[in-house]
């Protein structure tokens, strides 16, 4: 079964605490990403990766941190100083960014909490 | 940069009948994508339909459908049969062919179905 995973389903965070967000995925998709999405609102990007070493920030990066050692994973860590970080996050990988394979699947998404 | 405008925070159809969500968008390239994607109670981001802007032929898959009114930068989403497995948030999304564009949702529209 091809498709994206990510772990957990619900993390919660202590205050001053950083915590890893997983993503994986099967589909040999070159391109990946991070998004965060709040109550009534749509999709912000957080950071992307085009290739495995390489990786840019979105449009609301700070506080976070992303790595891409491997073509499959691209983990997401939430940093301390993310001072609201209770939202929804969505992973999603693409072919290739860009052109007409950009079209992005989804993973299910991790519901971080704040205690 | 791109703008992406959904005007109806909720909707409402009763079962079997059709129902249209409206979106409209704004961006400088000519050569561009436009997706719908639905994220229902289990909160995963479901690609529902695509539109690539260069053809003229509005996209359609199975009950979906599109009318995508180029020079109007309108891509609205029909939806026929309403079946209560369609009961969502709908998100409209565009991207540029060109360059490091990122994918640009909209604010999405809840859609209700009335058995």
């Known amino acids: 079964d091809g498709g994206i995973t990510q772990s957990p389903k619900y993390l919660f965070r202590k205050e001053g605490q950083n915590v890893t967000l997983s993503c994986e995925q099967n589909l040999n998709h070159d391109a990946m990403y991070w998004y965060r999405q709040d109550p009534g609102q749509g999709l912000r990007l957080i950071y992307y990766s085009q290739i495995v070493n390489d990786f840019q920030k979105g449009d609301i990066a700070e506080g976070y941190s992303v790595s891409r050692e491997k073509k499959e994973s691209f983990p997401l860590t939430v940093t301390s100083a993310q001072k609201n970080p209770t939202a929804f996050y969505l992973c999603?990988?693409?072919?290739?960014?860009?052109?007409?394979?950009?079209?992005?699947?989804f993973g299910p998404g991790t519901r971080l909490l704040v205690l | 940069a791109q703008t992406v405008t959904q005007s109806q925070p909720e909707m409402s159809v009763q079962e079997a009948e059709t129902v249209t969500l409206s979106c409209t968008y704004d961006?400088?390239?000519?050569?561009?994508?436009l997706f719908w994607y639905k994220q229902p109670p289990s909160r995963q981001m479901i690609l529902v339909i695509r539109q690539e802007a260069y053809k003229q032929q509005n996209a359609t898959e199975n009950r979906f459908s599109v009318n995508f009114q180029k020079a109007a930068k309108s891509f609205s989403l029909k939806i026929s049969d309403s079946q209560l497995g369609d009961a969502a948030m709908y998100f409209c999304a565009c991207i540029s062919n060109f360059g490091n564009e990122k994918l640009t949702f909209g604010t999405g529209t809840r859609l209700t179905i009335i058995p």
């Open positions: 999603a990988s693409s072919i290739v960014r860009g052109g007409p394979r950009e079209t992005q699947y």
């Open positions: 961006t400088s390239e000519s050569d561009y994508y």
